[in-house]
């Protein structure tokens, strides 16, 4: 009977030092932003796209800076447009954050955003 007690008793032990080494898991929700080249975009002369291109890539940094902007990148196909990773309060954050791009406003590129969850930790730069 003590040597039962006794296996019992490490066993209980193990099991909580254990759960004790266990990392924590906690999922955070992001905005998944696609942007999508919008084939009904105005023609312009290629100056105009260079500026609005620069005012793209600027507010791309702007929002970096500020802790909104956790990863970005162009698609590497014929279809184009890109991602954008959120971390934002709420949806209408991410929206308002889509709808001040130069590239939006001047219909180079549309969007669709989805809320996004991840576990924490999964951007280093956090």
């Keep these: 009977m003590k040597i039962v007690l006794s296996i019992a008793v490490i066993f209980l032990i193990c099991v909580n030092l254990s759960a004790q080494n266990e990392p924590e898991f906690k999922m955070v929700q ?3 932003v696609e942007l999508i080249r919008n084939n009904d975009r105005p ?3 290629s100056a105009s796209v ?3 291109q620069k005012g793209h890539m600027d507010n791309m940094k ?3 800076e500020a802790g909104k902007l956790l990863c970005a990148g162009p698609f590497g196909d014929e279809h184009g447009g890109g991602i954008w990773i959120l971390r934002t309060e709420t949806y209408e954050e991410a929206q308002n ?3 001040s ?3 939006v406003i001047n219909k180079r590129l549309l969007y669709k955003i989805r809320p996004w969850w991840t576990s924490e930790g999964t951007f280093t730069s956090e």
Aim: aromatic share 16%; with cysteine; charged share 30%.
């Design 101 to 103: 791009d130069p590239a």
């Design 50 to 52: 260079m500026e609005i």
């Design 62 to 64: 702007v929002m970096a």
């Design 97 to 99: 954050l889509c709808e």
């Design 30 to 32: 992001y905005y998944f």
């Design 43 to 45: 023609e312009l002369d």
